[in-house]
C-alpha cells in the first residue's frame, strides 16, 4: 500500500471508449486503479489545452482515447481530433516531455478487455517514469 | 530596372487604371532601419514606395485588423514570400475575399535583424540605410560609413527561408530567388531532436524561464489575430497570466498549437522578443510535423483547406497505442 | 373508441435492428409500438457481430444507441419473451394474442448484480456466443443485453425442473426471484402489424463433404465471427480448437448452403461474400501473419463501395481469392485441414489449411413455417415469408408487413431500409397526427438557479454489495460532504429503486438543492432516469451529473479496496466540480413545416411523394424532365411475368390525381436555404419563372443514368446495343433483319473498373432476364454471356440457373483480357460483330459470330449531383452518389437533419429495392413530419460573438453544417436545430469563441484543477 499510485486523467468519448471502460467493467476485468475519467462527448471535443492544463495540475500522465476511425459517432469528430493529438504528442516530446505520459488510443465500445489493457499499458508505462515533475506547476 | 521603382511603376499603373482604390505598402521610416507601413489611393504617392531590408513588417495583416475597412474596396498590397503565405492565410480564413485583393509580390532579399544591424554599427547610431539589393548594405552615421555583408544582418528566419518569393501574386516584380532546402531549415530542430530527452527539456526550460510574459511575440504575429486571445480570456481560466514557468511554457505550447499550419515563418515573433527566446524552434517543429503529417504548408495552396480545419480518413497514427 | 386506439398502435414482431428501426420510427411519428421479441433481449444478430461491412465498424458501438433509444422511449412497450399466437381481425383493427413466458425475476426489482448468475449451478452452453462459451440457467442473453435484468430459462433451473437448488433466490439481494411467476396471455389491439423475425444461419451438419462435425478447426462463419470479436469468448484472439495454436493459414468456403438447388437452397444468400471478406480483412489486422484464402464461385460485392473492399482485401490485405469447387476436406493428424478443390478447367488440386471457415448462407427461421401456419400467410418455396413484386414489404395478408431478412437474405443495411419502409406502408393503416412534444409534456414549473450559489446534493450508491463490496461508500459520502458547495451528502443502497428516486426528490426540497451528484453505475444507462427525477422536484434536468463509481471502479478493482475507494472519492470530487458549473439548459423548440420536397419524379420520387401524400402532407414533386417516370420507362419486363409498364402508369396517374402533390416538371432546383423543419427552395420552370417553396423536409431521388460507352464498338453498327436497348428491341419485336442464331452479352461495361469501380448490381439479374425473355421469342437463338462475376443474389439466383439450364455459355472473362470485338463488314452500319474470348473451361479462345452484341453498360451518377449537393450541404461518395449519413444503419438520411435519398441517387439498385427505399425515406421524413415541433438537445455548442474572428475553422470541421460564418456579420452562427453537440468546432476554436452546453470550457477545465494531487499522494503513500 505504500507503493506510489499514478495518477492519470483519462478523457474518453461517450459512444466508444467510455462503453468500453464499462464494458469492461461489466466483464469484471481487471485492471489498476490509476485512472481518473473526465466524459465528454467525443474525442473530437478535446481541446490541446485540456492536455497541458492535466499535466501542470499534476496528473501523471493524461489517457485521451476515441471511437476507432470510421467508428465516430459524430462522423468525423475523432479525425478532426487526430490531427490535433498528431501535433501534440510530437510536440511535448520534443520539448522534452517524456512520451509516454501522454498518450492516445482508440477503444471501441465492444473493447473492454483491449480497455484494460491499454489502461494496465500506461499505468505500468507511467509507473516506470515516476511521479511527474516536468510541466508541474509548484504550488 | 530595380524592384522599387518598378513597383513603384505597377502601384501607379493599378491606381490609375487597374481598378484598385488602395494600395498598402512601406515608406522610409523615422528610423532608418524600420520601414513604416503606407496607405496610398494617390498614385502620385506611389513613388513614395520603398522595397528593400527594412521593410521587415508584414502589409498584409491589415486585412485582419478591421474586417469592415475594405469593405466595397479592391486593394493591393506588396508582399514578401512569408506576406504573401499571410495573405493566402487570411484569404482561407475569411478575412479577405480573392477578387478584391490585389497580390504583388516583390523579390525579397530578406529583412533585417535590428539587433544584428546594431551590433554592425558597434553601437554606434545609424542615421542612414541603403540597399540596393546587393551582397552588401550600407550603414551611415554622423562620422562613419560601412558596409556589412548583407547574410550577417540578415534575421535568423529569412537566413533559412524556403519561400522568400511570393507563390500566390497577381503580379510579381524582380527575380525569383534561390532558396535554401527544406532539409537546410530543419537543421536546428534535427539537431535539438538528436539530444537525450533530459537535455532537451534543460534546454527548454533555460529558454523559456526568461518569458516574461510582454506578449510581444503574439502582438506581432500575423497569425495571431483573435479578437481576445485566449490568454486574456478569464472565462474559462485557460492559463495563469504569471510568470511562473508552467504558465509561461504552457501559453507558448498553445500559441505554437494555434499557428499550427498557419505559422509563415517570419521570424516576427523571434525579432520582436525582448529576451531573446528562440521560439522559431517550436514553430518550426510543428511546421515540420505538419508537413510530414499532413502534407500541408501554411499558405502555400489557396486551394487546400487549412490543415486544421481538414482530416484525411487514413492519416498517419503512429501515436496512436498500438 | 377503441378503434382509435388500434389505429394509433402497431405490433412488431421481433426486435434485432430491423425491429428496432420500425419501433422508432413508429414512435417518433407518435404511434404506440408492442415490440414482441422471442428472446430476453432486443438487439437480434446485430450485436453476435464484430465489425461491419465494408466500413469495419464495430458492430455493437453503432447498435447500442439505437438500442437504449428503443428501450426508453415512452411509446415503445417492450414485450420480450414473448410470442404473436394469432390475428384476428381486419387491417387498422387487429387483435393479435401474445404470450409472454415466466421471467421468474421481477425486473423491477433485479439491479442485474449478477450474483444469481455467478452462484447458479447449472451450465448451458451459450446460445449467443455460439457454444463457444457457457451460461447458467439464470442469466443475462449477453452482457450488454438491454433490457439488462435477468431471467431464468425455466426448462434448465433445478427448481423449476426437479424442486431443489433455490440458491439465486437466497443469493439475490433485492428479493427478485419469483418461481411463482407465470406464463400470461393478452390480447393487443393494432392497426397493423410488422414481422421482423429475422433469418438463421445455415446449419453445414448435413454437408458432409465438409466435416463441420467431425473436424474442430471447421467452424461456421457466425463462429468465426465470435471468435474474432474483442468481447467474445476468445477475446478476439483467434486460435484453434484443436490445439490452442493461432492459425497461420484460413480458407472460408463459399457459398455454404447458398446456390445449391439440391438441398432447395437455389437463393443467393447475398451478404456471405463481404462477410467472408470482412473477416479475412479483420483476422489479418488481427494476425498479421495469417494468410487467408476465399475459396468462390462468384464474388457477389454488389453494394454500395462493397468492390472497393474487396479490392481492399486482395491487394492491401494479400487476401487469395480463388475460383474453385471444395470437393472434399480431410482432417491432417495435427488438426490441419486438406482441402481438394477443383478448378473451372477441372483440375484439381490439394492444399492444407490451419483453419476453416464455411461462409454458411442464410435460412428461415424455423418458427417461420409455425407462425404462417398460424397467422395464416404465405411462404415461399423456400419458406421465407412471401412478397410481391411491386410490393416488396407486404405478406399475403392485408395489414401485416414484413421487413428485414424475414422474407429474404438481406444486409444490414438492407434491412433498415425495409424496417422503415415497411412503416410507411403500415401507416396506411393508422391514423397520424401531428405531434407536439413541446408542449406536451407536462413538467413541473422549474426552480430559478440561474445567479444562485451552488447548492450540490451528493448520494453515493451502493448498489447493493456492488459497490458497497468493494469500496467504502460510507467513506466516500463522508468526503463530500466536507466539498464546497455540497448541501447534502449521504450513501444510499439502491439509488435508482423507486424509493431512493423519491428520497432524492426530497432531499432537494429540504436542502434547497440546485445541483445532484449521483455517485454509482454508468450515466450511459442512467442519466436519463435520475434526470427526469430532479426534473420532477422542479429542477432543470441538465443540473444533473454522475461519477461512475460501479462501472468504471468497483466491479474493475476488486482486488484493491483501499484504492477502489480513493479513486471514487476523486471521481466524486471530479463530478461535483463539474456540477458547480452546470446551468440549466433549454430545449429550444424547433417548428415543423408540414410540407416536403420531393427532387427527381421517377419511380423512387414518386413513391416517397405518395406515401407522403397519403400520410396527409403536401408534396412538392419536382422533376427536371418534361414526364414523370425516369428509368422505370425502360423496364418492359419482370422476372415474374408481371407487367413493369402498367405498374408505372398507375403510379403516375396516381401521382398526377393526388389532391396532396403538386408535380412542376421540366423544373429545376436553383437554391435551397434553411434546415430541417425550415426549408425554402427555389425552383424554376422551363420558362425560367422562379417559385419558392417551402417545406419542412427535402428527398433526394434525382436517380442514376446510363452510362454511354464507347467500348465494344458501340455506336458503330446497330448490331452493338446496351441491355435497356435490348430490352426495348425484345418488347417492341424489332430485332436486327436475319436470323437471330448468336447473341453475346458482356457484363461489366464500364463497371468495376477505371473511375468506376462499382459494381451497377442490377445489370446482371437485367441480362438473365433478357437472355429468358429472348429465349421464349427466339427458341432457336444462342446466348453467350462474358461476365466476371455473375452478381444474380437473392432470389434471382434461380433465374440464372433457369438460363443455364436451358443452355446459356457463361464465360468469366478478367479485366486484362476482355472480349475482343471486330466488324465482320465494316462499313456496313448494319456490320454483324465477331466476338471472341478465352473460354475458361477449354483454357482457349473461342470465336462467335454474333448477330447481336447487348452491353450491360455501368449507371453512372448523373453530373449535376454535386450542384445539387452543394446547395443541400450533403455529401457524394467518390462515385458521385449520394453519402448517407451512416452506410448501416442510417442509410437513407443524410448527417444533416431533414434531408432523405432514396433509389438510384444513393447506388444502383433494383425496382423493388428503389421502392423499398423510397418508402423508407418517406417514412424517415415522416419522423420529422409527424411532429409540429421538435425540440434540439440542450447540449449545442454557442458563440461568444465578441470573441469570434470568423476564420470558419468551425464550419470546416462540422460534419453536419449546423454552424457557419454569417456574412453580413462574419462571425460563427449554430444553427440549433442541427448541432449534435459533439464539440469539434469548440476544440478547433483558438478564439475561445465557441464553448459546448454541458460540457464547457469551464467545466472541464474545473474537473481537471478538481483534486489537489499532492495532498492526496500523501494519503496513498502512508
Redesign the interface.
Known sequence: MSEWQPRILAILCNWCSYAGADLAGVSRIQYPPSIRVIRVPCSGRVD??FI??SL?SGFDGVLVSGCH??DCHYI?GN??A?????????????????PDRV????ISAGEGERFAE?IT??TEDVRKLGPSK?????T | MSVEKELRRTVKDLLEEGGIDLFIGWERGSLPTVASPLFITDPVDAERLIFDITCGSNPAVYF?KD?RQFDGRRVGVVLKGCDSRSMVLYIK???ADRENVVMVGAQCNGVLDRGKVASAAGGREILELEDDGEKTVTLKGRDYEIAVERDSILSSSCLSCIHPDALECDHFIGEPRQSVTREQRLREVRE??ALS?????????HEYEKCIRCYACRNVCPSC????C?VD?N??????GTC?F??S??FH??R???V?GRCVECGACARACPMDIDLLL?NR??AM??LE??NDEAGMDITA?????????D???D???G | MRENTARKSVLVLGAGIAGIQASLDLAEMGITVHLVEDTPTIGGRMPQLDKTFPTNDCSMCILSPKMSECIRHPLIKLHIMSSLEGISGEPGDLKCRVIERAKYVDPSKCVSCGLCEEKCPVKLDDVFDVSLRKTKAISRYFLQSIPSEYTIKREHCLYLTKGVCRLCEKVCPTGAIDYEDKDREIELNVGAVILATGIDPFDPISIGQYHYHSSVNVVTALEFERMLSASGPLGGHVVRASDGREPSTLAFIQCVGSRDSGINRNYCSSACCMFAIKQSIIAREHMKELKASIFYMDIRAFGKDFDKYYDKAENKYGVRFTRARVADIIELTDGSLELKYTFENGSIQREAFDMVVLSTGLQPRPETRGLAESLDLKLNDYGFFRSKTFLPLETSRPGVFVCGAANGPKDIPESVVSASGAVAEAAKYLELDRQDPATQEDAPPEQQVTGERPRVGVFVCHCGINIAGVVDVKDVAAMAEGLQNVEHSEDVVYACSTDCLEVIKQRIEEHGLNRVVVAACTPRTHEPLFRETINEAGLNPYLFEMANIRDQCSWAHMEEPELATSKSKDLVEMAVAKSRGLHPLERLPISIDPEALVIGGGLSGMTAALDLADAGHQVYLVEKEDELGGNMRDILFNFDGSDPQEFLGKTIERVQSHKGIRVLTGANIREVNGYVGNFSTLVEDGESRTETLTHGAVIVATGGIEHRTSEYLYGETTRVVTQTEFERMLKDETFPAGRLRNVVMVQCVGSREGERMYCSRVCCSKAVKNALELRKRRAGANIYMACRDIRTYGFSEEYYTELRDGGALVFRYKPDRKPEVELMSPGDPDSRVRVSMIDPVLEKEVVIDADLLVLATAIDAPEDNSVLAKMLKVPLNSDGMFLEAHVKLRPVDFATEGIFVCGLAHSPKDMNESLAQSMAAAARALTFLQKKTILADGTIAEVRK????????CE??CAYSAIE?DPEE?VAVVNDALCKGCGACVA?C????LDLRGF???QI?AVIGALDIEAVEGVTAT
Open positions: 490541446q489545452l497541458l492544463k501542470q476511425p470510421g468525423s479525425y478532426v487526430r490531427r490535433k493529438f498528431a501535433l501534440l504528442k510530437p510536440l511535448l516530446e520534443f520539448i522534452g516531455i517524456e498518450q492516445f488510443s482508440w491499454v499499458k500506461i516536468r510541466l508541474v506547476k509548484k | 485582419t474586417r480564413e475569411k478575412q535539438f531532436e530527452s533530459t537535455e532537451r527539456w534543460e534546454r527548454t526550460r489575430y483573435c479578437a481576445v485566449f480570456q472565462d474559462p481560466p485557460w492559463i495563469g511562473e508552467t504558465d511554457m504552457i505550447l498553445v505554437n498549437l494555434h499550427a517550436l517543429k510543428v510535423e505538419v503529417r499532413f483547406k487549412p490543415a486544421m480545419a481538414d482530416f484525411k480518413e492519416e498517419k497514427q501515436f496512436i497505442m | 465578441d470573441r469570434c474572428s470568423g476564420c470558419a475553422y470546416a470541421v460564418i462574419k478547433s483558438r478564439c475561445g469563441a464547457s470550457n469551464r477545465h
